[in-house]
């Protein structure tokens, strides 16, 4: 089987309803958190992609047994701390540098040694950003230079801690967050604003949290040692798996698409907030509220020319896995120039997204100027390739690979692009929902 694919021919208009792929950060969340409740939990709608999977995988080897009965997996947990893993146990978070990151903070109290590795793109990423945090806890810790692989050993003996959180990562907040949930005592975070599903579901679990906003940080407070019992959950649509039917029919010509039951949890709807800084129309619908989640149907329309944006930090967090798309609209949908800055954290995602980012948008022949974290982008809004584009190294990002298929359908050209195999991490079903819409893809 080939691994790449190629676009020769834009999408025709389409007027479509689809439904994308389950949240991510969801669907990991509620499989750690019913690893540790006690009794039978029941998730339905999880995302089955390789990240949940080794999700799955991984708290199986930890000694706790999961089922997929129809569109439902039941999770049979035995409390706080209730892994019982073999001595030198290794556990794989393959790709996912959120499955890495939060399962070491469920591992603080295991009396065995566990090392954690992960595939070649997470092991070149950070994880002295959640290490440094759970050895305040008291864990014995040792990662070399950073870096995976990471050999963990936990204590009784934990204490919480008093933690600035300063980078806006919501992996950061919530590995300190589920450390806390067996640390006696109570812990405090002061955490950069992020993505706040964890401490949702800990309000919904009724596990005793509390948070104070003020306009850039979140103080929390969990106290430690709470058993908290099984639940059901039913996972909603992904906003970042929707960004990218949201932005190829807003390069599209006269399509509409509605995308169906979506998280739009104000922490993650930084996309939104910037396409409507832009002009842009896009509604939400049947808004409801789902154990303390928002959700809607996301109806849009093909798009005029959009204004550029000077974006402010402040939504970077809520827009951190969407800036390929919102790149991608500055520089192909609107006249003038666009600046973002302290974008830093996109080079230490699945690639180093900034970077690779920037020459993506030059081969398409927009101009692109940096200045170390801070781009600012040339718009070109009646761009219209035709030359022959290869995509490739870009170390199998799922996110570059859609994002390069969205500029494909829209923009013209005749593209080859690498690794199809990527979207398997997060949106197993992306080309699909592509053709139904009348893609033509090969
Ligand atoms: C995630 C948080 C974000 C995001 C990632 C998922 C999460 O990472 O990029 O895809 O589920 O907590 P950071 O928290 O490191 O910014």
Redesign the pocket.
């Known amino acids: 089987m080939p691994k790449h694919i190629y676009i020769n021919k834009k999408i025709s208009p389409y007027n479509k309803t689809i439904q994308v792929s389950s949240d991510?950060?969801?669907s990991?969340?509620t499989v750690l958190l019913a690893s540790q409740a006690v009794g039978i939990s029941k998730i339905s709608n999880l995302l089955e992609s390789e990240d949940v999977l080794n999700t799955l995988k991984t708290i199986k080897k930890l000694g706790i047994n999961y089922k997929k009965k129809k569109n439902c997996y039941e999770i049979y947990g035995f409390g706080l701390n209730g892994f019982n893993p073999k001595n030198n146990t290794v556990i794989n978070a393959g790709n996912s540098?959120?499955l890495g990151?939060?399962i070491l903070s469920l591992l603080i109290k295991t009396d065995k040694n566990i090392k954690l590795i992960g595939d070649k793109s997470l092991s070149k990423r950070d994880f002295s950003?959640v290490v440094k945090p759970l050895k305040l806890f008291g864990a014995n810790i040792k990662l070399k230079k950073n870096y995976l692989p990471v050999k963990i050993q936990g204590t009784e003996f934990l204490r919480p801690i008093n933690y600035v959180e300063h980078?806006?990562?919501?992996?950061?907040?919530?590995a300190c967050c589920f450390a806390a949930l067996n640390a006696p005592g109570t812990t405090f975070i002061r955490a950069r604003k992020?993505?706040n599903?964890?401490e949702l579901l800990f309000k919904y679990l009724k596990i005793p949290i509390k948070v104070k906003s003020n306009k850039k940080f979140d103080l929390i407070k969990v106290k430690g040692l709470h058993q908290y019992n099984a639940f059901n959950y039913s996972i909603p649509g992904d906003i970042?798996s929707s960004a990218f039917f949201i932005v190829l029919t807003l390069l599209s010509k006269n399509s509409e698409i509605t995308i169906r039951n979506v998280n739009v949890n104000e922490s993650r709807i930084g996309l939104i907030k910037i396409l409507k800084m832009m002009n842009c129309k896009i509604t939400f619908k049947n808004k409801r509220i789902y154990k303390g989640e928002k959700t809607a149907d996301i109806f849009v329309k093909s798009s005029k020319i959009l204004k550029p944006i000077n974006c402010p930090s402040s939504l970077n967090?809520s827009a951190?896995?969407e800036f390929l798309l919102i790149f991608l609209i500055a520089g192909a949908k609107t006249k003038g120039i666009s600046t973002f800055k302290a974008l830093g954290?996109l080079n230490?995602?699945?690639s180093p997204r900034l970077d690779i980012a920037i020459k993506f948008l030059r081969m398409i022949g927009i101009k692109v100027v940096r200045n170390i974290d801070d781009i600012k982008i040339y718009g070109k809004p009646k761009i219209d390739l035709k030359r022959n584009y290869h995509v490739k190294n870009f170390f199998k990002d799922h996110r570059i690979f859609m994002m390069s298929c969205i500029a494909a359908l829209t923009l013209g050209g005749n593209w080859k692009i690498n690794d199809k195999d990527s979207i398997n991490t997060?949106f197993p079903k992306f080309l699909n929902i592509l053709k139904n819409l009348g893609a033509n893809i090969n």
Not at 167 to 174: E, L, P, R, Y
């Open positions: 991510k950060s969801l990991i969340r540098g959120t990151r939060l950003r980078i806006g990562s919501a992996q950061i907040k919530t992020s993505r599903h964890t970042s967090s951190i896995d954290e230490k995602k699945e997060s």
